[in-house]
């Protein structure tokens, strides 16, 4: 009687234990975040003095109304590649949906690249330079 009882405790203890190694015991990252990274083309030319390089983070979840999460312009910034900086909030959850990186060169005004796909920014590249190739807008 007393090793069946240690049997049935002890097959109840691995079922129990067996059931924790699902168990996701990570401590969700923090929400303040800084994305690091490039804006880059294939062009050999310096921008003008009077290109404005324009990087947003955005969650595309809902594609009729993206929202911005950071953004950060640039102006005079020389030769790419174009390094930015962007402080954004964005909990472990939203980066695993449809978080993008996008930037903009606008010259004189008028819009002369993009990203043609939005950049995704995920909980595996967070933390990494992000390099944002742009293709002019005259495509």
Request: charged share 20%.
């Amino acid at each position: 009687m007393k090793s069946r009882l240690l049997s049935g405790l002890a097959l109840s203890f691995a079922l129990l234990a067996a059931g924790c190694n699902h168990l996701d015991v990570t401590p969700p990252g923090a929400e303040d975040r800084v994305l690091t990274g490039l804006v880059t083309y294939d062009l050999d030319m310096p921008l003008p003095d009077d290109a404005v390089v324009t990087v947003r983070v955005i969650d595309a979840s809902n594609a009729a109304a993206p929202m911005v999460l950071g953004e950060t312009t640039i102006t005079r910034p020389g030769h790419p590649p174009v390094p930015f900086r962007i402080e954004y909030r964005a909990d472990d959850e939203l980066l695993m949906h449809q978080v993008r990186v996008e930037a903009r060169i606008s010259i004189g005004g008028k819009l002369r690249f993009y990203s043609v796909a939005g950049h995704p920014v995920t909980l595996g590249n967070v933390n990494d330079t992000h390099v944002v190739k742009v293709e002019p807008a005259d495509r």
